[in-house]
C-alpha cells in the first residue's frame, strides 16, 4: 500500500513567466493610464522643443561651475539686498487690499490716457480765466475730492487707526460671543418653560374634577 505523501512541493515559476506576468501588470497600469501617458509624452516633446533638457545637461555636466557662480552671486551685496526688497514688496502685496486698489488704478488709468492725448501747444486761452472755469467742471471738482481723501488718508495716524480696527474687531468679537451665548441659553431654558406649560395644562384639567368632589 502506497504512503500518503506529506510534503507539497510548490511549483517555482520560471524566469520567462515572471517576466509575463510583470509585463502584463506593467500593460494593464498603461492601458488604464493611457490618458496620462499621453500627456506626459506630449509635455516631454515640448519640453524638448524647447532644448530644456539639453540645457539640464549641461548643468549637470558643468554643475561645480553654476554652483560656484551662483554662491558668487548671491554673496554680493546688492544680490542680498535685492532679495529683502523682494520679500519686503510681497509682505506690502500681503497687506493691500485690492478690491480697494482696484477703483484707484481705473481712476489713474483714465487720468493717464487724458494726459497722454492733451496737447498743450497751439491752444489758446489759457491763464487764469481758463483755470476758473474749469473749476467748474465736475470731473474736475470730483478729481480734487478723491486728491484730497488720498492726502487725509496719507496724513492718518496709522497707529491710532490700528488701535481703533483692533478694538472695533474685539468688539465685534464679544458682541457675537454675547449673541451666541444667548441663543444657547434659551435653548436651555425652553424645556424648563415647556414643563410649566404642560404643568398649568394639568391643572387647569384637574379643576372641574375638584370642584365636582367640592359639590358632592
Same mark, same amino acid.
Given at each position: 500500500?502506497?504512503? !500518503?505523501?506529506?510534503?507539497?512541493?510548490?511549483?517555482?515559476?520560471?524566469?520567462?513567466?515572471?517576466?509575463?506576468?510583470?509585463?502584463?501588470?506593467?500593460?494593464?497600469?498603461?492601458?488604464?493610464?493611457?490618458?496620462?501617458?499621453?500627456?506626459? $509624452?506630449?509635455?516631454?516633446?515640448? *519640453?524638448?522643443?524647447?532644448?530644456?533638457?539639453?540645457? *539640464?545637461?549641461?548643468? %549637470?555636466?558643468? @554643475?561645480?561651475?553654476?554652483?560656484?557662480? =551662483?554662491?558668487? !552671486?548671491?554673496?554680493? !551685496?546688492?544680490?542680498?539686498?535685492?532679495?529683502?526688497?523682494? =520679500?519686503?514688496?510681497?509682505?506690502?502685496?500681503?497687506?493691500?487690499?485690492?478690491?480697494?486698489?482696484?477703483?484707484?488704478? %481705473?481712476?489713474?488709468?483714465?487720468?493717464?490716457?487724458?494726459? !497722454?492725448?492733451?496737447?498743450?501747444? @497751439?491752444?489758446?486761452?489759457? @491763464?487764469?480765466?481758463?483755470?476758473?472755469?474749469?473749476?467748474?467742471?465736475?470731473?474736475?471738482?470730483?478729481?480734487?475730492?478723491?486728491?484730497?481723501?488720498? &492726502?487725509?488718508?496719507?496724513?492718518?495716524?496709522?497707529?491710532?487707526?490700528?488701535?481703533?480696527?483692533?478694538?472695533?474687531?474685539? *468688539?465685534?468679537?464679544?458682541?457675537?460671543?454675547?449673541?451666541?451665548?444667548?441663543?444657547?441659553?434659551?435653548?436651555?431654558?425652553?424645556?424648563?418653560?415647556?414643563?410649566?406649560?404642560?404643568?398649568?395644562?394639568?391643572? &387647569? &384639567?384637574?379643576?372641574? $374634577?375638584? $370642584?365636582?368632589?367640592?359639590?358632592?
Amino acid at each position: 500500500m502506497a504512503k !500518503a505523501t506529506k510534503v507539497i512541493h510548490r511549483m517555482e515559476p520560471s524566469e520567462e513567466e515572471l517576466r509575463q506576468r510583470d509585463w502584463e501588470e506593467i500593460e494593464s497600469v498603461l492601458l488604464e493610464n493611457k490618458e496620462v501617458v499621453a500627456d506626459t $509624452f506630449e509635455i516631454m516633446k515640448g *519640453l524638448q522643443d524647447w532644448e530644456v533638457f539639453n540645457t *539640464l545637461n549641461a548643468l %549637470l555636466k558643468e @554643475g561645480d561651475a553654476v554652483l560656484e557662480r =551662483l554662491v558668487t !552671486a548671491v554673496d554680493n !551685496a546688492d544680490t542680498t539686498q535685492s532679495i529683502k526688497n523682494m =520679500l519686503l514688496m510681497f509682505s506690502v502685496l500681503g497687506k493691500l487690499d485690492m478690491e480697494e486698489v482696484e477703483p484707484i488704478v %481705473l481712476k489713474m488709468n483714465t487720468a493717464f490716457s487724458q494726459v !497722454a492725448e492733451y496737447e498743450h501747444y @497751439g491752444k489758446e486761452g489759457g @491763464g487764469y480765466p481758463a483755470l476758473l472755469r474749469s473749476m467748474k467742471d465736475p470731473e474736475v471738482i470730483e478729481g480734487m475730492n478723491v486728491l484730497m481723501a488720498f &492726502l487725509k488718508g496719507f496724513g492718518a495716524n496709522q497707529e491710532h487707526r490700528e488701535k481703533m480696527e483692533d478694538r472695533d474687531a474685539k *468688539l465685534q468679537h464679544d458682541s457675537e460671543k454675547a449673541v451666541s451665548g444667548t441663543r444657547v441659553s434659551r435653548r436651555t431654558s425652553s424645556p424648563s418653560n415647556k414643563w410649566y406649560v404642560a404643568a398649568a395644562g394639568v391643572s &387647569l &384639567l384637574a379643576l372641574p $374634577f375638584i $370642584f365636582k368632589k367640592q359639590g358632592s
